[in-house]
């Protein structure tokens, strides 16, 4: 049995808060889709619990914008794909960060294989920004039995035949009009989402206090 999360987002209330939860699951091996920084006020400290808890991660396309991309040089397609306000909260991301932090994300590759199972941020296609809402089976490689996405914060579990598409939602910034944060347990061919209470007042009023937008701590409150 094992853990599957995904945007995390520096929001370390969530992620302490799903992590607990893991435990009293008894499950010990953890999986991320990416995307554990970005719209949260604690990247250190997040980057670290997954650095602690052993917990391998591919890179997302807010990961990306920390080490692959900065300010001064973004292209602008590259430009367009994040928005002003998301690049003023990786370039604050960037300047936090500690160099191992850093070279953590730095290490992240776009996929993930664990044996017939892929892991990928956006899609298999494009592994940093397709957002994938409907899973069809053609997008599942043929050796790959089965796919954990992120990036939507919305999660699914979806079967096909023989084969299963995943999305574990968003641990620190769910989009499914549930505030509660989410993760999935997977065993063999069974998946289960799971939606855990966590201090949403307490991660909102760091967003607000790092100067952040104001929508990205309110709409915790809703989960949209």
């Known amino acids: 049995m094992i853990a599957m999360i995904s945007d995390i987002h520096a929001n370390l209330e969530a992620l302490v808060a799903v992590l607990d939860d893991i435990r009293k699951h008894g499950i010990k091996k953890i999986y991320?889709?990416?995307?554990?920084?970005?719209?949260?006020?604690?990247?250190?400290?997040?980057?670290?619990?997954?650095r602690a808890n052993k917990i391998e991660s591919v890179l997302g396309n807010h990961d990306y914008g920390i080490v692959g991309i900065n300010k001064n040089c973004l292209n602008l397609g590259e430009k367009?794909?994040?928005g002003d306000k998301v690049v003023d909260v990786l370039d604050w991301t960037k300047e936090k960060l500690t160099k191992e932090n850093y070279s953590h994300l730095s290490a992240l590759k776009c996929t993930l294989n664990v044996g017939d199972v892929l892991l990928v941020h956006g899609s298999p296609r494009d592994p940093?920004?397709?957002y994938v809402d409907f899973p069809q089976p053609s997008l599942i490689p043929e050796d790959i039995r089965v796919l954990v996405m992120g990036h939507t914060h919305v999660p699914f579990i979806k079967y096909f035949n023989e084969?299963?598409?995943?999305?574990?939602?968003?641990?620190?910034?769910?989009?499914?009009?549930d505030k509660r944060a989410s993760y999935c347990i997977f065993k063999g061919d069974d998946a289960e989402?799971?939606?855990?209470?966590?201090?949403?007042?307490?991660?909102?009023?760091?967003?607000?206090?790092?100067?952040?937008p104001g929508e990205y701590g309110d709409?915790?409150?809703?989960?949209i």
Do not use: M, W
């Not at 991320?32 to 997954?50: F, Q, R, W």
């Not at 855990?196 to 307490?202: A, M, T």
């Not at 709409?219 to 989960?223: M, S």
């Open 32 to 50: 991320c889709c990416g995307d554990i920084v970005g719209y949260g006020a604690n990247p250190n400290e997040c980057i670290e619990l997954v």
């Open 80 to 82: 367009a794909l994040y």
């Open 128 to 130: 940093l920004f397709t």
């Open 163 to 177: 084969k299963l598409a995943i999305n574990p939602g968003s641990v620190g910034q769910p989009r499914d009009s």
């Open 193 to 212: 989402i799971i939606r855990v209470e966590y201090d949403i007042d307490g991660a909102a009023k760091k967003i607000k206090e790092a100067g952040f």
């Open 219 to 223: 709409r915790l409150f809703c989960g």
